[in-house]
């Protein structure tokens, strides 16, 4: 345990010795808070650019290269820009709750940043029933995009808060259902207890982060989908579908109401991103015996940016699909698919006493095949098999 | 099986990703203020006035006919006729335009004016940099004046048609001058 490791605990612990004893905890407290605000608006403002830069970089473009020294300043002027454009707000639209939704939805999800362990001993509040609290906290972000949707008044923001919420409340399901197995293996609720559990190395150089189980991989991957379209990205952004809805419940507003929905999603992402390492990577422990001298929130920083590059990757990649693809998609494959998922998870645990010689390989095999079998199966259930006609009721 | 696209187009843009890197000629864009695209000898902008000799004003092959005035679809033309007459290029007195505006913000760059013109006077030209920070942008007769050799240099083949025929006119309008009057001698 280093000094470089500790660097941000020792920064805390001395500035927050320069107040009296009796505020100590409260000025510990915004400290910390002070912190994770400051780190993820950084964060956030530095995916925008290196989101755009990488979506062009994918699409044979540029990207935005204009503002500073590679374009780096572009998020800066993107703010002012935010800052200084007029808030409008409709004539007919309800006002107080029109005012209210963007704050209603940034607020929980910096409460769900609470409970992560960016590093070793870096929790801000060591919760015993931490995953529960972040998925109450993150479920609270719906009821803010109904907000906006119903309070504009407007066809496209209802229509896009109806997506949002069938869409949010279908991938919540499955969401879960994938971090179930980690609670189990764990038998903790606790984030930092998750991580503690997955430390150690397997055969001496494997780590034991639960993706490199067969029910872990594919509860990583069941998590990742699940993750993308509960931050509304794409190819799960139909909220915002700006081809057929304009931009979806985000049409009414405008200035610094827009900019707060946008740093909420972003917001939502980082945290569902940081809940993925902590439950599936592992966490902070580095993926070697002998790169342990990393310091452990830089190894949480570096597994959590691979994560967001995988999510920007395929929002260059892949096109958004239909509303009832969407969610024949949740019900009809991923919560199936966590289900089995979560027997593989079981019949894992319980297969652990198994003593005869090639148990792990058996174990593996099994595991993975139920897994792949049923991935076949419900995939090929999911395609239809044959594409038929569709008929329009409607549009003849 | 499912996700086998999914991975086949993350290995295309992962692909691009990579290429556009170690690979500029991927990238297609032209970042236009610092590097342009070599100029094309069939692009039209707005219309300019074809001068013949040094004098831009006094070279002008305008003689103020209107026909582009009164053939402008935009009605972006302005033309004033001088009240004197000077000799054009073959010995003929012409007119002159006193006043020969455009008012490029309302020009859309047609064409007809260039096309309608019998004195090979105006041509579209392919400037295309005018935007400017006031409404300064009726262009006058001192503005659009351009000589033949830019004429030649950004549309060669039309230009070395018309300068062929002008000569041609010119070598039969001198031939008919020193035709006349040698029969007049001739008659007594």
Redesign the interface.
Known sequence: MNALDHVFISVLHKLAALVPASVQPLVSMLLIIAGLMAVFGTCFALTTILERK?LG??????GP?RVGPFGLFQPLADGVKMLIKEDIVPFSADKVVHFLAPVALTVPIWLAFSVLPFGRNMTAIELDSGILFFFAIGSASELAVFMAGWSSQNKYSLVGAMRAIAQMISYEVPLVLASVPVLIAASSLSLPDIVQAQSGFALGFVPRWNVFTPWGLAGFALFLTAAAAESNRCPFDLPEGESELIAGYLTEYSGFKYALFFLGEYLGLFAVTGLAVTLFLGGWQAPAKWLEWFPSWGWFGLKFSALIFLFI??R???PRLRLDQLLTFAWK?LVPLALVNLVVAVAWWQSGAWQFASALEVRWLLGAGLLAVS??WL??G??GGKSTLRQYSYAE | MLGRGIIRGLIETGRNFCGSYHDPARLTTVQYPEEKLPPQENARTIPFLVYDGADPLAGLRCTACTICEQECPAHCILIVKDTVKKPDYLGKMQFHPKVFDIDIAVCMGCGICAEVCPFDSIKMDRVFELARDRRAMVFHKTDLAKSNEYFREIHPGEAAAVDVARAEEQRKAQAKKAAIPAPAPAAP
């Not at chain 1, 970089?57 to 540029?62: C, E, H, S, T």
Request: charged residues 15%; glycine residues 4%; aromatic residues 24%.
């Open positions: 990488t970089r994918m699409q044979n473009r540029f290269n990757w395929a260059a990649t892949l494959f991935y076949v995939g090929r999911w395609n």
